[in-house]
């Protein structure tokens, strides 16, 4: 019973933590940076970024709608001109834990709509170019991270695979003996 809840402070210690730090690091660059073909951030911006910091507490539990409703936060954050990488982290937060969670398809389909959304926003929208690194960045993070989840996801279930193995063959030595 004690380790029950000694885990269920650790997880929402966890969780509190991903929240907060994802939060701060994201209230920065929406602060501070300034971009000719954008308006100041307002209230809205900053609401818009902490909810979806508030977002990912739900992210273990509640993967799919975490994903959606950050994906949905990303692009009305650019689609109304703010500054920054807006919800940028809480999305990658949001694209691991689903691809941690064995929903690896899913997180390369949002991984791609970002990155997609991103580059035409950048190049078609602004006139950039395709070898900027602002353009290239959000591609590679967004698809990085698909990746690490998955190893992830496939590192968990081979080592339950191998404890299952583990467990079997001493069952069948005691049944030997």
Known sequence: MAVRRFDGLRAGAGNLLVVVVTGLAMIGPTHAIDEASTRAPNGLAYALVIIAAITLWWRRTHTISVLSLVLALQFLYHGLRFPGPGPFLALLVAVYATAVSGRRSLALAAAAAVALGST??????????????????????????????????????????????????????????
Not at 129 to 154: N, R, Y
Request: aromatic letters at 4%; proline letters at 3%.
């Open 120 to 177: 035409f926003s950048q190049v078609v929208v602004e006139d950039g170019s395709l070898l900027d690194p602002s353009v290239i960045m959000p591609v590679v993070l967004s698809i990085s991270i698909v990746l690490l989840g998955d190893a992830v996801h496939s590192r968990r279930a081979y080592l339950a695979e191998v404890r299952e193995r583990l467990k079997r063959a001493e069952s069948e030595r005691e049944l030997e003996t």
